[in-house]
């Protein structure tokens, strides 16, 4: 196996790992292991997480997307949270971290295009995304009621009215009132079905000139 050999195979891929070069080569997997961290120490490999890797620009036929790479990185596994209510410019801070929700347990991983979060929910609750992206560069990412949803369950204490309207939320008609509240059923959480309530009290008032998010 040569450098030229994993450019044909994967040139065109965001990433790839380690068990694809094994079924692909007859090196043993010590050896594929050893020539990966060699490329790495020259600048030809990219490692993302162990076992995990992308080519280097010089090599690489296709652009990295940190979007994308958040689904490739862990599976199974869909953007939301905070990242998604950012993309949705639901809120008005710029979010830097990928925020993943996965039905596994959470894992972090930092690499050279970003910090990567994935935060853990159970199966019942992995639900509420769609496919997006240009060509064949495609991503999970929640739809804006499931990102709210899940930033919600994530994060400590009650959503009071007063802590949502501190979230400076905007762009709220989105934001789908009966399917938000459809889904908030699914977590079979008070908690969450108090701040849906609160969510839709006050984009109510919002709607009519009296609150603003």
Known sequence: MNLGDIVK???????????????????RREAIRVQLSRWMAQGKVVGLRRGVYTLSETYRRTPVIPAVLANALYRPSYLSGLWALGH?????????????????????FENPFGVFE??????????????????????????PEKALLDHWHHTRGEWTPQRLVEMRYQHVAQVDGERIGRYSRKFRSPRLSRAVQNWLALTSDAEQGTVTL
């Not at 990433?15 to 692909?24: M, S």
């Not at 039905?103 to 972090?108: D, E, I, W």
């Not at 019942?124 to 999970?140: I, P, R, Y």
């Open 9 to 27: 195979l994967a040139g065109a891929m965001p990433c790839f790992d380690l068990a694809l070069l094994a079924q692909a080569f007859d090196d």
């Open 88 to 108: 949705y410019d639901l809120i008005p801070e710029r979010v830097v971290r990928f925020t993943s929700v996965t039905s596994r347990v959470p894992r972090r």
């Open 118 to 143: 994935y935060r853990n929910i159970k199966q019942d609750c992995f639900f509420g995304f769609v496919s997006t992206g240009v060509g064949e560069q495609k991503f999970l990412l929640a739809e």
